[in-house]
Each structure stands twice: as structure tokens, then as C-alpha cells.
């Protein structure tokens, strides 16, 4: 991926989030050179922003974020699947987190097709393997020739695997640590070991992604998707 500097986002630091936030990061810098004229984030958050990537703002000619939640303090107030804006009016659109917590995601995908200009790319993540997050509900998941065939009617769509399976493996450890209590001397040793586990796994996945591994490639955090209309 272009741009994509994994040593920019190390898992050794002390700021760092989740090995899934990581590569959400890593994607949206990759891309931010690309992310200009009219630019809307469908069900993003304007403030209270989670991770290291800050939205190249500035250097668009409008951003706007649009959310159901009033707590997002969105530009504008709809839903994700049925905006006011009017057809082919919007350069680039960022959709990240947001496919899986919708009934029909595909009337998502509709409204993005629909509002961007000919040429106009969308930018969209969502996970894969990763643990029930309702918001307010969960309600799938997508590989990537279900994501394939749901952005059947862009002119370009580019998937990118979001890690493979020591980086899984380490992202469900350091997941699965929180329901581990601090009540003991024991668990609190087990809490930590397992931390510096699950990050010698996520590192090894850094060190190793983009090589092909036939097994280790069926598994991933997510995708992330660049689609061109």
C-alpha cells in the first residue's frame, strides 16, 4: 500500500490503542494525499477521535461528517443510508467502521455511489474477524468477494487486507485480556505476559505484511476498501 509505514504506528508505544485501530490508521494515512475537494465522513465522529490518524481537513474545500447520533456534533444530521445532499455532489467520502452495524449495507453503498461526482472515491473499512461491537447493534461481516460484489457497481475497487493471522491472534489476546480480573497475583502475572504476547504477534505481522502466505491470508482483522465511481 502506498505510503504505508508500519514503523510510523508501533505497537511498543505507549500511546498505542489496538492492533485493529493500528491498521485503521495506517490505511487512512495512506490515503489522505487523496482526500480533498468536497469531502463527507459517513458516521464519523468530528470530535473525541479514537487513534493517531487527524483528518487532513484543511486541505479539503469542505468536510463535513454526518451521523444519526447528536452526541458526534455531525454538519449534518441524517441517516448514512438516505443523506439530504444532492446526486454526484461530493469528491471523496470515508466510511469507516460503519457497514457492519447497518440491516442493509448495501443501501449505504447506494448513497455513496449516489452523492459521488464521476471519478469520486470512497474510502471504507470493516472488519472481519473481530468481536461483537453493537452500535447499537452488529450485524455482519464481509470477505473480501462479498465486498467485491458489493461495490459490483464502482468503476474501480481496491481491497487491502488489514494484517493476517499472528496479527488476528494477537488482536484477540489483547481483546480477550480485559476479561481477565486483576484480583490476584496470579492473574496479574498472566494479564501481563499475555500483553507482551499479543504484542510480539502483532509486530511479527508487521514485519511480515504484504508477503504472501496462502494459510496465514485467510485470516484478517478486516479490509479496507478504495473504490472509484
Not at 452526541?71 to 441524517?78: D, Y
Not at 471519478?119 to 471504507?124: E, N, Q, S
Not at 505476559?193 to 508477503?211: E, V
Request: proline fraction near 6%; charge should be positive; charged fraction near 25%.
Amino acid at each position: 500500500m502506498r505510503n504505508y509505514a508500519p514503523e510510523k504506528y508501533s505497537i511498543w508505544k505507549k500511546n498505542y490503542i489496538s492492533y485493529r485501530r493500528l491498521w485503521l490508521d495506517a490505511c487512512l494515512e495512506a490515503f489522505s494525499a487523496e482526500m480533498r475537494g468536497f469531502v463527507i465522513d459517513l458516521g464519523g465522529k468530528r470530535e473525541k477521535k479514537r487513534g493517531s490518524f487527524r483528518p487532513p481537513e484543511d486541505k479539503a474545500r469542505v468536510w463535513w461528517y454526518i451521523n444519526l447520533d447528536p452526541n458526534t456534533t455531525p454538519n449534518v444530521f441524517a441517516d448514512v443510508n438516505q443523506t439530504p445532499l444532492i446526486s454526484e455532489s461530493v469528491d471523496c467520502i470515508i466510511c469507516t467502521e460503519v457497514l457492519e452495524h447497518i440491516p442493509n449495507p448495501k443501501s449505504c453503498v447506494n448513497e455513496i455511489y449516489r452523492l459521488l461526482i464521476k471519478g469520486g472515491t470512497a474510502f471504507v473499512s470493516i472488519p472481519f474477524i473481530y468481536p461483537i461491537h453493537a452500535d447499537p447493534f452488529d450485524f455482519q461481516r464481509f470477505t473480501e468477494d462479498g465486498l467485491l460484489n458489493l461495490f459490483g457497481d464502482f468503476s474501480e475497487v481496491e481491497i487491502f487486507q488489514m494484517g493476517s493471522f499472528p496479527g488476528v491472534l494477537g488482536m484477540l489476546i489483547e481483546i480477550g485480556i480485559e476479561g481477565i480480573p486483576k484480583d490476584s497475583i496470579l492473574r496479574r502475572s498472566i494479564r501481563w505476559s499475555l500483553i507482551w504476547i499479543a504484542r510480539w504477534l502483532c509486530w511479527f505481522d508487521l514485519s511480515t505484511a504484504g508477503k504472501k502466505n496462502l494459510v496465514w491470508n485467510k485470516f484478517t482483522t478486516g479490509y479496507f476498501v478504495k473504490a472509484v465511481r
